[in-house]
């Protein structure tokens, strides 16, 4: 009760803080609000409908709408914002410029986990259709975001110390996309063979699925270069535990249900033997994690100003250093 009265008086106060919409360090956070939904709906899928029945289907599905509504807000409009805001440079790009687009892929990845359980094929149908809209939308420009990244990693430095665990989060757009383009391949073989989706091609349905792992393949192999990169630049630095530590769980969960689902694709020991390393080892980071956010809470450490002020600082930084060097000797 305590918790539902706050939310009311902060939703009523007059001032909004607005302005945290146009910070981008601070709005790009916002996409994780419909990622962390999407989770609770895929876990309905799995948990509630096979003991409820075709309700408990329809109602996961209206929810991913929702999701849906919210993911392409934050995948369009944060990137406006960040577009609109004055005085960005290159020096200032990092990973958490992805947060917004992998909305739409977690989306993406929900939306055929959803249709593969509802009792209408026509719903289910359109919700594939969306899902590889939303897939379309969402993975190439991830693509891009990263090839600034690189683009900002080759020119000037890597991530300061207590961010550099956020390098981990390149992985997540390429792990989660290559998971989601399997599982809706998966759901368009069964889909489209079963209603004669599309009349010309009959083997319609086959081409989605194979098209879906050969993607994955290449999404896989990508995400390999930058999970070596995230490795490269936390070993050998010593970095206190903070919040963006929680960078470790989701990047490289998403990288091993990608891992996982081609081993199921796959007559591959390899990807079997290797899905069940990251497993294990994801299950131990969370562990990790958890245990070092409790710890951290407790002390009062958790509390103290985030570590992305380190971009800031060195942006400040890098602008005196212009300005020295602009300035008549």
């Not at 990973?95 to 289910?124: C, E, K, M, R, Y």
């Not at 990244?149 to 665990?165: E, F, K």
């Not at 390899?270 to 809470?297: R, Y």
Request: net charge neutral; with cysteine.
């Amino acid at each position: 009760m305590g918790t539902g009265i706050t939310s009311v008086l902060l939703h009523n106060l007059p001032y909004h803080g607005r302005w945290l919409f146009y910070v981008s360090s601070q709005a790009v956070f916002l996409g994780t609000i419909p990622v962390g939904f999407a989770t609770i709906i895929n876990m309905i899928v799995f948990v509630c409908v096979p003991a409820w029945g075709d309700w408990a289907a329809n109602f996961a599905w209206a929810l991913w709408w929702l999701d849906v509504v919210m993911a392409a807000a934050c995948s369009l409009y944060i990137p406006h914002c960040i577009m609109r805001t004055e005085g960005i440079t290159l020096d200032q790009v990092n990973p958490s410029w992805l947060f917004p687009v992998i909305a739409d892929i977690v989306a993406s990845t929900s939306g055929a986990i959803v249709a593969n359980v509802l009792p209408n094929d026509q719903h289910a149908i359109w919700t594939v259709i969306t899902s590889y809209i939303l897939w379309g939308t969402s993975v190439p420009m991830a693509i891009v975001i990263l090839a600034m990244y690189y683009n900002r990693l080759m020119i000037h430095d890597i991530l300061p110390g207590q961010v550099a665990v956020a390098s981990f989060i390149a992985i997540g757009p390429l792990g989660m996309g290559a998971a989601a383009i399997q599982l809706l391949g998966q759901v368009s073989l069964k889909l489209f063979a079963r209603n004669d989706f599309i009349h010309k091609a009959p083997i319609a349905g086959q081409f989605f699925y194979l098209t879906g792992i050969l993607t994955a393949l290449i999404l896989w192999g990508f995400a390999v270069v930058w999970l070596f990169f995230a490795l490269a630049t936390i070993i050998r630095r010593q970095i206190t535990f903070n919040l963006t530590w929680w960078a470790f769980t989701f990047p490289l969960g998403v990288f091993t249900v990608a891992t996982t689902t081609l081993a199921q694709e796959l007559p591959s020991k390899f990807f079997k033997v290797l899905g069940t390393i990251f497993s294990v080892a994801e299950f131990l980071l969370w562990v990790m994690v958890a245990c070092g956010t409790i710890k951290a809470s407790l002390n009062g450490q958790l509390f103290q100003p985030p570590p992305l002020e380190a971009w800031e600082k060195k942006a400040k930084e890098v602008e005196e250093t212009k300005k020295t060097e602009d300035s008549p000797v």
